[in-house]
């Protein structure tokens, strides 16, 4: 079974530009996370998805970031625009199911932003 | 927000030693994980435990939840190069969101 995928693996940008971050969950898990850490602190959460629609977004830093998850399936996350402080790895995570259920995470995409 | 903090930041040891990590909080958790993180992966569940005072081993790593259900540690016996990572503790207060420690770095030299 093929676990959660992330694209890019890496990405450098400019301030200002605009990025799209991928996540592809593990098939059949119908809550998704984003999660962030930038450098030197902890891994904090961004939001949650259930199927294709937002549970709880209240991690999210500001309007510049925008999720999504049409479908159900795949979720995107874009920043725009991009600044120096987005700089992190992004990391996204599936579950089964909400209550207690184990979260799978995948590698991170790490942005950079100049 | 819900601050766990993690000690110490860094750890090195020799092959076979034993080592623990802690994980502070002011907040109780319904739950508590632990995670393994390798460089370019995600972090990798390890246990969780749920039950204040429940103690969870795993080979040889072992795990500890305090009686309040602020606080965890683990430790690890005869540690070796296998266990070099990075360990997160993350505690969970509603079905669903996690909240990390910043992490311990462990390096076991051979």
């Known amino acids: 079974e093929a676990g959660v995928t992330q694209f890019p693996s890496h990405s450098v940008i400019e301030k200002g530009q605009t990025v799209t971050l991928r996540c592809d969950p593990i098939?059949?898990?119908?809550?998704l996370y984003w999660y962030r850490r930038v450098m030197g602190k902890e891994i904090k959460f961004l939001l949650h998805?259930?199927?294709?629609?937002?549970?709880?977004e209240s991690g999210m830093p500001n309007n510049r970031f925008l999720a999504e998850r049409t479908g159900g399936t795949y979720s995107t996350l874009k920043v725009q625009p991009a600044e120096l402080e987005d700089s992190g790895v992004y990391f996204c995570?599936?579950?089964?199911?909400?209550?207690?259920?184990?979260?799978?995470f995948g590698p991170g995409t790490r942005l950079t932003v100049t | 927000t819900q601050l766990l903090e993690q000690s110490p930041q860094f750890l090195s040891i020799q092959e076979g030693e034993n080592l623990t990590v802690y994980c502070n909080s002011s907040?109780?958790?319904?739950?508590l994980q632990w995670y393994r993180q390798e460089p370019g992966e995600g972090p990798v569940l390890l246990v969780t435990?749920?039950?204040?005072?429940e103690v969870k081993k795993l080979k040889r790593l072992t795990f500890q939840f305090g009686d309040a259900r602020k606080d965890s540690s683990l430790h690890i016996t005869a540690a070796q190069p296998g266990d070099t990572g990075l360990y997160l503790c993350?505690?969970?207060?509603?079905?669903?969101?996690?909240?990390f420690g910043a992490g311990t770095t462990v390096t076991v030299r051979a």
């Open positions: 998805f259930v199927k294709e629609s937002k549970q709880d």
């Open positions: 995570a599936s579950s089964q199911e909400t209550g207690g259920s184990e979260q799978y």
């Open positions: 435990v749920v039950t204040g005072g």
């Open positions: 907040s109780v958790f319904s739950s």
């Open positions: 993350a505690g969970r207060s509603n079905d669903y969101k996690l909240s």
């Open positions: 098939s059949g898990h119908d809550n």
